[in-house]
């Protein structure tokens, strides 16, 4: 069927079968306005030589195509619908049932250049071929894209592109679309703008799932010379390489995109891929000024993949949430290369394996704020290279490494928590430059059962003051920091002004104090002011009040029970006030047979009474 130069053409409930050699085209329409094409079924099949179209459209303005089944097989190449010239204008193409088939590429709905304002909506699109597949070709602007079903095969074999949506434009709308891509060719994404500029695109809601045994990206925008203004947000990912992709290349600029409230599954992705991935072969093609916030990136199947690639400048990375069960050379945020003058805050990674928060090579001038960062069977953070970058109020969780450091990298670290189910150490300052000699803490710096250890002498850097918290002090009804000065296996009480402001919380089960300076430092319990002694004792330390000082307010110690014996060990009993009525020791009435040894008593009314 052919209308030309014409307004206001109905086709409707037309059966088209062809079997046609050459070219096919079921409906042509030629400088038409205002035609209806509806509830059509056009079926074309023929030969590997020629081209076929189920609709095929020049200057076409404030049509309907709704509602038609397409189906074109065979030829050198098949589309289902095909708008082509600059004069084609605020058209809709909805409902349509389109399958393509073809011998080389396969075009569902093609809509080129200048073809504007164009809605494409609730369409079911199927296109299988053996060279370049893509369920929507757009290569005009100002266009909506939605609630689009797109299934794009090309039967396994290796060819061309296999992509759900494929675009290189401006000011499109692309939502709510439903797409899988199965290939094993170039590049087999679920939307993908490639080579022109493209801008000011807003693509949410759509889910994707790519298939493929190579090169399947979510979402990827790349080799354009503008790509800026993007907003990618609230999309469901499944990927087998990259979720969502901005990659600089020779002279182009990545300006100004959004990847926000996305998320991201990666599927048995290798080498090079990742999550979100941002990045650039040079400092003047790689990503500014971009946002990637509250995405969740799910990395569990991979090996070697990395949740967030970071080479931007002057991007915000936060509030984004990574999880890899993975493999050991996983990353959950690598930023390296070109990176300057980024922000990367308020994240959240676990990672079971795998590097937590990778940092490399020339990345500058970046604050790196309040993020969680675990890795429990590997490095939570890894500096290489860098320097004049501001971490502060990072926590580092339950990691078999706390942290790794080259050689000649400066870093300092401001407020940076590390701790796991044991307890916690607290850093004001850690100074991490370092010369000639690298940083690990593996087998440093250890926070197990009721200990907190820094190996001073290997890692000098963390030889620092801290806050410490020890956990799980079941059965302690009080309890206070004592030191392994020597680093031999002997702990004392450790008092001022090693360790100072000591508090035990009972209800909490949790000792918490302040040291100037590491070695090895535990929990202990101990004989307080007041107590009662009903079995033979031997003083650790200096007998102490409930708040770690050495001034009793009342009795030192009542003994209670019969044929014991309390050595002091030369240990002091003090009191606090040698005109009150306390005694350092006071022996219950009845009892016999005490042996009391080694003490110096001061300040109580009597030593012993």
């Known amino acids: 069927i052919i209308a030309r130069n014409a307004t206001n053409v109905t086709i409707v409930n037309c059966n088209l079968t062809s079997y046609a050699q050459g070219q096919s085209i079921g409906v042509e329409l030629n400088n038409i306005s205002f035609a209806t094409i509806l509830k059509n079924n056009l079926t074309f099949i023929g030969s590997a030589s020629n081209s076929r179209y189920g609709i095929y459209t020049t200057n076409l303005n404030d049509s309907l195509i709704n509602n038609n089944s397409l189906t074109v097989m065979g030829g050198a190449a098949g589309y289902g619908i095909y708008m082509f010239s600059s004069d084609t204008n605020r058209n809709n193409l909805t409902y349509n049932t389109i399958v393509t088939n073809a011998s080389g590429s396969t075009k569902g709905i093609s809509i080129l250049s200048s073809c504007i304002n164009t809605t494409i909506k609730d369409n079911n699109i199927t296109t299988y071929g053996l060279s370049t597949n893509y369920g929507i070709n757009l290569l005009s602007e100002r266009n909506i894209i939605a609630n689009n079903t797109i299934s794009t095969n090309d039967n396994g074999v290796s060819g061309g592109d296999n992509v759900g949506i494929y675009f290189n434009s401006h000011n499109n709308t692309i939502v709510q679309n439903n797409i899988t891509t199965n290939g094993s060719g170039i590049a087999n994404h679920g939307i993908y703008a490639y080579l022109f500029p493209s801008s000011n695109n807003y693509i949410s809601n759509n889910l994707i799932n790519t298939i493929s045994t190579s090169n399947s990206d979510g979402i990827s925008f790349i080799e354009a010379s503008i790509i800026s203004f993007n907003n990618i947000t609230h999309n469901t990912v499944f990927s087998g390489s990259k979720g969502i992709s901005f990659q600089g290349v020779g002279s182009n600029s990545i300006l100004n995109n959004s990847i926000l409230f996305n998320n991201i599954t990666l599927i048995n992705s290798g080498s090079g ?55 050991s050379s996983n990353k959950g945020i690598w930023a390296y290369l070109f990176s300057d003058v980024s922000y990367v805050f308020e994240n959240t990674i676990n990672m079971t394996d795998g590097v937590g928060l990778a940092i490399e ?140 402001d000591s508090v035990f919380s009972d209800a909490a089960d949790t000792l918490s104090f302040t040291v100037t300076g590491f070695t090895n430092y535990t929990a202990n319990t101990s004989l307080i002011c007041g107590d009662t002694i009903t079995s033979s004792t031997i003083l650790t330390n200096n007998l102490l009040n409930s708040t770690g000082g050495t001034d009793c307010p009342d009795d030192g110690l009542i003994i209670d029970s019969s044929d014991l014996v309390l050595d002091c060990a030369g240990f002091v009993i003090n009191g606090s006030d040698r005109a009150s009525d306390e005694n350092g020791i006071e022996l219950s009435t009845g009892i016999n047979n005490i042996t009391i040894m080694n003490c110096t008593f001061a300040d109580f009314n009597q030593g012993v009474n």
Do not use: H
Not at 293 to 300: Q, W
């Open 273 to 327: 891929d990742g999550g979100i991935y941002l990045r650039g072969t040079s400092f003047a093609n790689s990503p500014k000024n971009s946002i990637a916030t509250n995405n969740n990136i799910n990395m569990s199947n991979c090996n070697s993949a990395n949740g967030i690639e970071n080479t931007a400048n002057n991007s915000q990375i936060y509030n984004n949430s990574i999880i890899s069960s993975g493999g």
């Open 361 to 500: 090579n020339i990345y500058l001038n970046n604050l790196i704020r309040s993020n969680y960062i675990r890795s429990n069977g590997s490095v939570a953070v890894s500096f290489s290279n860098i320097g004049n970058s501001t971490l502060i109020n990072n926590t580092i969780d339950d990691s078999a490494i706390w942290l790794t450091q080259s050689a000649n990298t400066r870093q300092n670290l401001t407020n940076t928590t590390f701790r796991n189910a044991y307890g916690l150490a607290f850093y004001p300052t850690l100074n991490l430059t370092t010369g000639a000699s690298s940083i690990t803490t593996q087998n440093n710096f250890m926070i197990t059962n009721n200990s907190i250890y820094v190996n001073s002498t290997a890692i000098p850097k963390f030889n620092t003051s801290a806050d410490l918290e020890i956990f799980g002090l079941t059965g302690f009804t009080i309890a206070f920091p004592f030191v392994d000065v020597e680093d031999d296996g002997s702990f004392v009480f450790c008092g001022s002004p090693r360790c100072t």
